[in-house]
Structures are given as C-alpha cells and as structure tokens.
C-alpha cells in the first residue's frame, strides 16, 4: 500500500473513533468496526507519531503531502519519500512557461471636429499559459503539478479579460458666438459659452477567480475542490448580497454556520452545501481561475468653462468628477472553501465619488 493509501486509512480509523467516542484518534482500535490495522505507522519509527498534536492535524485534514514533509524534515521514512537521500526539495529554473494571447480589437475614432471628439474600443481576448501571471510578476516562480506534462497546468493568466469597453468623449456644448443657441445679449452670452463637456467610460469583465481550497496535495496552482453543481450553475451563484454578517460576492446560501462552505472534516455535508474539499492526490473537479469577479465599470466625468477676460488672459474654470456614480469594484478576497471568511466582500477597488474643483487662468 502506497503512503497516500495509509494517510487516508488513517484518517478513517481517526473519524470512526470520533464517531464512537468523541475523540479523533487514528490508531488502531479492534473494538471499532471498520478501523483499519496500520503496519506502516505501527512498524515505523514512533509508530509515524500519529497521536501527536502536531501530526494529528495533517491527518484529519487529509494532507498527505505535508505529513511526508514533517516526517522528511525530522528524519522519519527518509528512504521512502527520498530517492536521493542528498536532496529533499530543489527548484529548476527553466523556460518552459509559456503563454498564448489572441484577441479581436474594434475601434472608432473622431477626431474633434465641429464641437466633438470621442474615441471607443471593444477588445474580445482570451489569454492562457504556465508560468506567467502578469507584467510586475514576469520573475515569479510557478509550480507544476506534473513536471513532466506541463500542458495539464494551462490555464487562464490572471491578466485575462474576455471582453473590455472602454470610450471617451469631448463635446462642446452649441452655445455662444456663431453656435446653434447664439444670444444677442452679451452677459447671456459669457454665462452660456465656453461649456466643454469631458467622459471616460471602461466597461470590462472581472478578474479571474477561482473557487479553491488550501487542502490537498497539489500545488497552489490547482483548485482541489469539488462540486455538486456545474460551471453554469455555480456561476448563476454569483453576484453581491447585503446581509446582517456581512456583503458577500457569492450567495451565503452555500456555507455553514462557521462561514466555510465546507462540513467540518469527517462529518456529514451540511443543508445547501455544492463544494468539497478534493482527497489527498486529487486536484479536484473545477479549474483555477475558471470564474470572474464583479465587473468593472467606472464613469469619470468633467464640466470646463473658459472665460476669456482679455485677448491673451483667460480663466477656466473646472469640476471633475471622479468615479461619477459612486459604484463601488469589489475586492474579492475569500476564495477559499476552508475560510470562515469564504465569500465574503471586505475592500473595494475604487474610492468613493470625489469632486475636484479647480480655476486655472491661461495667459
């Protein structure tokens, strides 16, 4: 029986017995049907010290690979987890990363003419790859599930954005000398010329996500989680929910009384609950960064007066308006099954409206 085998047996001795008498023990107990004999443990030096508080979580939990690390690190089965007893944990620096981008970009273009300029764009994109996340990250270290099968770790890149709008315009209101409403009187005339109205809209998909769990023994790259519902079903779960213990981006419907979305180990699911934590060796059923968070959309806007006051002196006045409907980008934080936090909306991305006023004169 493999080591990953006798880590699970272990764990089933350690709930039957929790079941029975209250205490999570993966021992050996023959007064407890269907716990398991462990000649591994048993024959092994300290008996794999499968009592000990520091060892008993790895095992409740079902992370086996951080088990063989503890035992690796104090000298336990060196000869099993080793096969060169001189190396326990090296890094290769190759370039085997890889990523792909391909995108369709539309643009209209005006240039200012007749009281108007604007300019918009719409970019349909998709970007995958291994081993690199983004331009401030292009020396981050990335680690592969299976070194010797690179392609089963692409994956969407945390830049991918499948669909982004993003337009400006600049218009001058028809009012004033030789214009559409050209008053005769000239005090009408200085309060009504010289309007400028400014926009920059950006409409774009949110960042990838992904719903994950710190279990397992996988790499961070892997989700480890999986789920009773499908891709469609779970993503109809997202959205945002005001409620009395906090906002959350995914419905709170699918966690616990505890915040996880996850039954505590080696207990039965709870009402409502889609999502597990994967078993040791398993990478699990949903993909890394396989969602999007809320979508992002920002408004900024400026009203601008000129006043001229002279022929070479001139005032201009400004309101800019920033974040114009006060919409707040939420920060998706929580991703992880195991959290009591999970699914819950603690930061922003945007600050909140800001009105700048200002008065330059030009001359």
């Known amino acids: 029986m493999t080591f990953l085998g006798y880590e699970r047996n272990n764990a089933n001795n350690g709930f039957l017995a929790r079941a029975a008498n209250g205490t999570f023990d993966p021992t050996f107990d023959p007064n407890i049907p269907g716990s398991q004999p462990l000649p591994f443990s048993n024959g092994a030096l300290s008996a794999g010290l499968i009592t000990n508080p520091v060892v008993t979580p790895f095992i409740e939990q079902g992370a086996a690979a951080d088990l063989a690390q503890l035992y690796v690190t104090n000298g336990l089965f060196n000869a099993m987890f080793l096969p060169n007893p001189n190396n326990f944990f090296g890094i290769v620096l190759d370039n085997r990363g890889f990523s792909t981008y391909n995108a369709l970009q539309v643009e209209v273009r005006r240039r200012f003419s007749?009281?108007?300029?604007?300019?918009?764009?719409?970019?349909?994109?998709?970007?995958?790859?291994?081993?690199?996340?983004?331009?401030?990250?292009?020396?981050?270290?990335d680690f592969p599930e299976d070194i010797n099968n690179l392609s089963i770790d692409k994956r969407r890149q945390l830049f991918d954005t499948p669909h982004a709008f993003k337009a400006n315009v600049v218009y001058d209101l028809p009012f004033g000398d030789g214009r559409w409403f050209d008053p005769s009187n000239g005090l009408v005339d200085r309060l009504v010329s010289?309007?400028?109205?400014?926009?920059?809209?950006?409409?774009?998909?949110?960042?990838?996500?992904?719903?994950?769990?710190?279990r397992g023994t996988f790499t961070p790259g892997a989700s480890q989680v999986y789920s009773t519902l499908t891709t469609d079903e779970i993503r109809d779960l997202f959205g945002v929910f005001k409620t009395p213990n906090g906002i959350f981006f995914i419905n709170p419907s699918v966690t616990g009384s505890d915040g996880r979305a996850v039954a505590p180990d080696g207990?039965?699911?709870?009402?409502?609950?889609?999502?597990?934590?994967?078993?040791?060796?398993?990478?699990?059923?949903?993909?890394?960064?396989?969602?999007?968070?809320?979508?992002?959309?920002?408004?900024?806007?400026?009203?601008?007066?000129?006043?001229?006051?002279?022929?070479?002196?001139?005032?201009?006045?400004?309101?800019?308006?920033?974040?114009?409907?006060?919409?707040?980008?939420?920060?998706?934080?929580?991703q992880d099954i195991n959290s009591p936090n999970f699914g819950q909306i603690t930061q922003t991305l945007t600050s909140p409206r800001v009105v700048q006023l200002a008065a330059k004169i030009t001359f």
């Open 114 to 141: 007749k009281a108007l300029g604007f300019q918009a764009n719409y970019t349909w994109s998709k970007a995958l790859g291994f081993g690199v996340q983004g331009a401030v990250d292009q020396l981050r270290q």
């Open 194 to 214: 010289g309007w400028t109205l400014t926009s920059i809209v950006t409409i774009a998909t949110g960042a990838p996500i992904s719903i994950n769990s710190s």
């Open 267 to 334: 207990t039965a699911p709870f009402a409502g609950q889609v999502f597990f934590n994967a078993g040791p060796g398993d990478p699990g059923s949903l993909q890394p960064l396989q969602f999007n968070g809320p979508t992002i959309a920002t408004w900024d806007a400026s009203v601008i007066k000129n006043v001229p006051i002279t022929e070479r002196v001139s005032l201009q006045l400004r309101g800019e308006f920033f974040n114009v409907t006060n919409h707040p980008i939420f920060f998706i934080s929580s």
